[in-house]
């Protein structure tokens, strides 16, 4: 169903946090805002790039005018993106380092939905891997200001603020990008790290996130009847995709191994834990050459829950990525911003729609408030970083920003 003009019109009125926007994207320089490009998708497919406003009022106004169905924000230019055609020289200078994850790349794994769909039973996957994110940003690279954003359907956006991540030039974002991705993707479903999972010399940042988040979020989304029956190991897509999985990385793979590894996924009366205690033991078995005789099983584990990253999406400065706090079209859900702490908790279904952002605004109840005040937390820790100053040997200032 269409998103109602007239909704739509009223939620930017009333309901859209321009002044928030603004605070946020500006970070305490309004020129900073004012050469910064918003993309409109207007009703019928119309899109309109490089816009840009002077401040909170001027975007509010044109967004009650045009009634986008989406906005998309880009990159900080060397001029204001409306004045684009009265230079010579218009590039992105500068942006926040983002991060996209589709749990539609995650179709081979999960059993309850596919395709666009997302549910409460498949949501471990994205706050898994948001988690690991979360850590290798913060512990390897020192950023601070992270920002999930639920974008209504199917994805989940990581915003990086930090001053230092917003000047990566496009080479060291690709450079930062490649490093964290570890997922190729493809009918063979390969990650990058098999030689090291072989020799047992991970990188102790991916060690840690594995000990952390990988193991317990792979026995609680696909080992626990209890907690996700309807992708656990029971299930016969699951059962078969190890199944498949184990086959292509076993040397001499045979019937013999498909017999016993068969038995071990379809034991009865074994719990899921039990049936994969007892796959992990045939891996053991049946490793002739590597240090790590388990490797085969952490594989798996891997390929299941590690951020499947869209890389293309950090790569660029210029590029576009959907606003929080706007409406996705084809569902009608609020794309809400999250603490990682929200994210853990976040159950998609229950995410407010307009409709009923609208209804309850009429009833005086402000559904968006509490998404909202942790909107303006971080935006406030985003300021407060950008507005403290020190001083160095010299005793000159310096923004640490």
Same mark, same amino acid.
């Not at 269409?2 to 002044?19: G, M, R, T, V, W």
């Given at each position: 169903?269409? &998103?109602?003009?007239?909704?739509?019109?009223?939620?930017?009125?009333?309901?859209?946090?321009?002044?928030?926007?603004?605070?946020?994207?500006?970070y305490?320089?309004?020129?900073?805002?004012?050469?910064?490009?918003?993309?409109?998708?207007?009703?019928?497919?119309?899109?309109?790039?490089?816009?840009?406003?002077?401040?909170?009022?001027?975007?509010?106004?044109?967004?009650?005018?045009?009634?986008?169905?989406?906005?998309?924000?880009?990159?900080?230019?060397?001029?204001?993106?409306?004045?684009?055609?009265?230079?010579?020289?218009?590039?992105?200078?500068?942006?926040?380092?983002?991060?996209?994850?589709?749990?539609?790349? #995650?179709?081979?794994?999960?059993?309850?939905?596919?395709?666009?769909?997302?549910?409460?039973?498949?949501?471990?996957?994205?706050s898994?891997?948001?988690?690991?994110?979360?850590?290798?940003?913060?512990?390897?690279?020192?950023?601070?200001?992270?920002?999930?954003?639920?974008?209504?359907?199917?994805?989940?956006?990581?915003?990086?603020?930090?001053?230092?991540?917003?000047?990566?030039?496009?080479?060291?974002?690709?450079?930062l990008?490649?490093?964290?991705?570890? #997922?190729?993707?493809? /009918?063979?479903?390969?990650?990058?790290?098999?030689?090291?999972l072989?020799?047992?010399?991970?990188?102790?940042? &991916?060690?840690?996130?594995?000990?952390?988040?990988?193991?317990?979020?792979?026995?609680?989304?696909?080992?626990?009847?209890?907690?996700?029956?309807?992708?656990?190991?029971?299930?016969?897509?699951t059962?078969?995709?190890?199944?498949?999985?184990?086959?292509?990385?076993?040397k001499?793979?045979?019937? /013999?191994?498909?017999?016993?590894?068969?038995?071990?996924?379809?034991?009865?009366?074994?719990?899921?834990?039990?049936?994969?205690?007892?796959?992990?033991?045939?891996?053991?078995?049946?490793?002739?050459?590597?240090?790590?005789?388990?490797?085969v099983?952490?594989?798996?584990?891997?390929? #299941?829950?590690?951020?499947?990253?869209?890389?293309?999406?950090?790569?660029?400065?210029?590029? &576009?990525?959907?606003?929080?706090?706007?409406?996705?079209?084809?569902?009608?859900?609020?794309?809400l911003?999250?603490?990682?702490? /929200?994210? &853990?908790?976040?159950?998609?279904?229950?995410?407010?729609?307009?409709?009923?952002?609208?209804?309850?605004?009429?009833?005086?109840?402000?559904?968006l408030?509490?998404?909202?005040?942790?909107?303006?937390?971080?935006?406030?820790?985003?300021?407060?970083?950008a507005?403290?100053?020190?001083?160095?040997?010299?005793?000159?200032?310096?923004?640490?920003?």
């Amino acid at each position: 169903m269409p &998103l109602s003009q007239q909704d739509l019109e009223f939620y930017f009125d009333k309901i859209f946090p321009a002044k928030q926007f603004y605070n946020w994207l500006s970070y305490g320089d309004e020129s900073y805002f004012q050469k910064r490009e918003f993309s409109f998708t207007l009703a019928g497919d119309i899109y309109l790039r490089f816009r840009s406003f002077e401040d909170a009022n001027e975007l509010q106004k044109d967004l009650v005018r045009k009634k986008p169905e989406k906005i998309d924000i880009g990159g900080v230019y060397n001029v204001q993106p409306k004045m684009k055609d009265s230079v010579s020289v218009f590039q992105a200078r500068e942006k926040e380092l983002v991060f996209d994850i589709d749990i539609s790349d #995650y179709d081979d794994v999960r059993v309850c939905c596919q395709d666009k769909s997302i549910c409460d039973r498949c949501w471990p996957l994205m706050s898994c891997a948001l988690q690991i994110l979360d850590r290798i940003l913060k512990e390897d690279f020192g950023f601070k200001h992270l920002m999930y954003v639920f974008s209504g359907r199917r994805g989940v956006h990581c915003w990086t603020c930090d001053k230092n991540a917003r000047k990566l030039t496009d080479e060291e974002r690709t450079a930062l990008a490649s490093y964290i991705n570890v #997922y190729e993707g493809g /009918e063979a479903q390969k990650i990058n790290i098999e030689y090291n999972l072989k020799m047992g010399n991970l990188h102790p940042s &991916l060690e840690s996130v594995y000990k952390d988040f990988i193991k317990p979020g792979f026995r609680d989304m696909f080992l626990s009847d209890k907690l996700n029956a309807e992708n656990s190991l029971h299930q016969e897509k699951t059962a078969n995709n190890i199944m498949k999985m184990v086959a292509r990385h076993v040397k001499g793979f045979g019937k /013999e191994h498909e017999m016993k590894l068969n038995k071990a996924l379809t034991q009865g009366d074994k719990s899921c834990e039990d049936r994969w205690r007892a796959v992990s033991k045939l891996c053991a078995e049946w490793e002739k050459t590597a240090k790590d005789k388990l490797w085969v099983p952490k594989y798996i584990e891997f390929l #299941y829950m590690y951020p499947r990253l869209d890389v293309n999406v950090s790569k660029q400065c210029n590029h &576009l990525l959907k606003a929080p706090f706007v409406i996705h079209p084809g569902t009608g859900n609020v794309c809400l911003p999250l603490s990682l702490e /929200e994210a &853990l908790h976040f159950e998609p279904s229950a995410n407010p729609k307009l409709q009923q952002v609208l209804g309850d605004y009429g009833n005086g109840v402000l559904t968006l408030e509490p998404y909202l005040e942790n909107f303006q937390v971080f935006i406030d820790g985003c300021r407060i970083d950008a507005e403290q100053v020190s001083m160095d040997v010299d005793g000159t200032a310096t923004t640490t920003a």
